[in-house]
């Protein structure tokens, strides 16, 4: 079902294709490769996300970002025809949860948007990032920023609040499409990877505690 429903998204809108690529030949593709065979090989989740010998720290963090971008992107767009206007004209956790957008252009104070607007702005956000040169060098012996684990875990947390959205908010879309085991591998993937190199504060994490790997849930 899921490759179903993943296919029709593919189709009906371009905004949910996968939007950055690997360069084959390239440090980060072969880096890339060998952490989704790992991925495959059915090791523990946990040992997956542990940064390979000899490897930096900052390259591994980069494909992992490029990655969950492309997964949570493809997560959400198979969501986004129960998440409208109208059934989400805010963007929240539950009640206790509401994230407003902010960034360097448009939305120079914290702005109340919908869940849909929020998602908009925040995928084209990240894809700016890191199809940026400056921020997400691709050129071997090109050095990452100083600021670039800072950058990631902005957008680690923004896509955390994605995880946020569709669990609290559309869970049962998400049971009814037969795509749960595929969003928990997904959660728990990020979850292990996050806390691995505490990218995220705490705090962020909260909305979700319940789900957290190794709590019985």
Avoid at 49 to 78: K, M
Avoid at 101 to 130: F, G, N, R, V
Wanted: charged residues 25%; proline residues 6%; positive net charge.
């Amino acid at each position: 079902a899921m490759a179903l429903c993943l296919k029709q998204v593919f189709n009906k809108d371009k905004t949910f294709r996968p939007r950055k690529k690997f360069e084959p030949g390239t440090q980060r593709f072969e880096l890339y490769k060998k952490a989704q065979a790992s991925l495959k090989s059915g090791l523990d989740l946990k040992a997956v996300v542990q940064l390979p010998p000899g490897e930096s720290i900052n390259d591994w963090i980069a494909v992992h970002v490029v990655d969950f971008f492309n997964r949570i992107n493809l997560i959400y767009g198979t969501m986004s025809e129960f998440c409208t206007e109208r059934s989400c004209p805010i963007m929240s956790g539950g009640l206790k949860y509401e994230y407003r957008w902010q960034d360097d252009s448009k939305y120079k104070k914290p702005t109340k948007l919908s869940a849909p607007q929020y998602m908009c702005m925040l995928m084209d956000w990240i894809e700016m990032l890191i199809n940026n040169e400056d921020i997400f060098p691709t050129r071997i012996g090109v050095p990452f920023p100083k600021q670039f684990q800072q950058v990631c875990t902005k957008i680690l947390t923004r896509l955390f609040r994605v995880f946020v959205h569709v669990y609290i908010h559309h869970f049962d879309s998400i049971i009814n499409m037969g795509a749960e085991a595929h969003v928990n591998t997904c959660y728990k993937h990020f979850y292990y990877f996050i806390r691995e190199f505490s990218l995220i504060d705490h705090r962020e994490l909260e909305p979700l505690v319940r789900m957290a790997p190794g709590r019985g849930g």
